[in-house]
C-alpha cells in the first residue's frame, strides 16, 4: 500500500515540472503545496495502520491469556462428573482385639452393655478381625447461580454381615442440609481419640436422618437446628426429634458445644415426652496437648447414647409406666510427641437413676452403672499410613431387683488397627 502512495508522489512531481514549464512560477508553488499535503495524508496513513495493528494485538490478547490462565488454574476437587465436581476419599482399615474377658460379637469392638455377667458364660482368650470398618466416600460441590450447594455419600461394611450401609448421604444447600449425617445432638466432636471404631461409654456416634438450618452469627459462633428422625425401634414415630447445637469458641484455643434434644416416645396406646442436654469441650492445652470432654443427661431416650437402658418402660397393655433417666461422660487428654507418635488416655462412665417403676416393669439385665478406661498410642510413619495399639478395661453393673441380685461382668482387651487412607 505504502509503494502505491510513492508511485503516486513520483507521479505527481513529474506533473507539477511539466506543468511549471507550461504555466509559469505560480502553478509550481501551487503544486508544490498540494504535494505536501498528499505527503502529509500518507503519513498520517502510515500511523493509523501501526495504531490499528497495535489495537488489534491487544485484544487478541486480552481474549487469548485468559483462557491461558483458566487452563493452568487447579480444578478444586478435581474429577468433574455432570458439571458437578467431585473428590473420591477413603481408606483401608484393618481391625483386630486379643479379648481377655468381654461379650460375645465376633467383631472386634465395644460391647460393655452386654459383656457376661457373673455366673454366665464367660467369652475369654479369644481373638477377633474384620476390615469392616473400611469406607469409601465422595464429596460433590456444584455451581448453581450464587448458592454454595454441595454433597456427601460415604459407606463401609458395617452393615449385617458385612453388607454395605450408608454412614452419610446428605446434599447442602448454602446454610441447608437434607440427609444423613451425624445427630445435631449426639455430635462425636468431643470424643478423645481411640482405636476402637465404635468409641467407648459416654459416646456417641449416632448419624440419623435430618433436616437442618445452621445461623452463622459470627466466625466464632453459630447455631444449628434439626429435625431428625432417632430411629429408635421402641418407640412408633409420629414427630421428628427436635435438637438444637450451639457451638462457640470460646479463646483461641478453646471451644464449646452445647446441645439440646426433645422428642416423642410413643406406644400404640400411650405418649411420652423424652428429652436431653449435652455440653462438650476441646482446650488445646499446648500446642501438641489436648483435652477432650463431653456430658449428657437425658430422659425417657435410649436411642442417641452408646450403652444405655431402653429409654421407657411399657406394662402388658402398652402404657408408658416409667422413663429412664442417666448421666455420662467422656473425657481425655492426647499428647502429640512428634509427627509420627501421639497417644491418649481416656475415661468414660454412665449411671443411671434408681428408678423403682421404672425397674420393676423393664425386663432384662438393666446397667447401673458402666465404666470403661483406656490407653492407646498411634504411629504413622507417612501421611497416608497409621499404625494403632490399645489396652481397654471396663466394668458393667447391674441394677439389684426382687429375685435379681446386683451382679457385674468386665471388659478387657488389647484392640489394633492400620489404616491406609486416600
Partial sequence: MRAKFQL????????????????????????????????????QYGEQQRLTQHQVQTVQNQVV????????????????????????????????????????????YNQIANVPLEGERAYKDRFKSTLAATRLGLDF?????????????????LGSGDALRIRHAYLTYNDWLVGQTWSNFAVPDYIPDTVDAMTYTGGAIKRTPQIRHTTKFSPDTNVVVALEDPKDSSSNLRLPALTARLNHKVLDNMQVGVRGMVNEKRTDADTSTAWGVGVGTKIDVTPNTTLK????????????????????????????????????????????????WRGTLGYGYM???????????????????????????????????????EYTMGERETFSRPGQPSRTGEDQRVNMVAVYSF
Avoid: C
Fill in 8 to 43: 503516486l508522489l513520483l507521479s505527481a512531481a513529474i506533473a507539477a515540472s511539466s506543468m511549471a514549464q507550461a504555466n509559469g512560477v505560480s502553478e509550481v508553488e501551487q503544486l508544490r503545496q498540494e504535494v505536501q499535503e498528499l505527503r502529509q495524508l500518507v503519513q
Fill in 65 to 108: 491469556m485468559p483462557k491461558t490462565e483458566a487452563q493452568k488454574k487447579p480444578s478444586g476437587l478435581g474429577l468433574t462428573v455432570g458439571g458437578a465436581e467431585v473428590k473420591l476419599y477413603g481408606n483401608v482399615r484393618a481391625d483386630a482385639s486379643y479379648q481377655v474377658q468381654g461379650g460375645p460379637d465376633a467383631r472386634p
Fill in 141 to 157: 460441590k456444584a455451581p448453581v447461580n450464587d448458592a454454595n450447594v454441595a454433597g456427601k455419600i460415604e459407606v463401609d461394611f
Fill in 293 to 340: 470432654a463431653d456430658y449428657y443427661h437425658v430422659k425417657g431416650d435410649g436411642s442417641f447414647i452408646l450403652s444405655t437402658n431402653a429409654g421407657f418402660a411399657q406394662d402388658a397393655d402398652q402404657n408408658i409406666v416409667a422413663e429412664n433417666e442417666f448421666d455420662s461422660i467422656i473425657l481425655g487428654i492426647t499428647q502429640k510427641f512428634n509427627e509420627q
Fill in 351 to 389: 449411671q443411671a437413676d434408681n428408678n423403682d417403676n421404672y425397674l420393676q416393669t423393664a425386663t432384662g439385665n438393666l446397667n447401673k452403672e458402666l465404666w470403661q478406661t483406656w490407653a492407646n498410642v498411634f504411629y504413622s510413619p507417612s501421611k497416608p499410613v497409621s499404625f494403632g495399639v
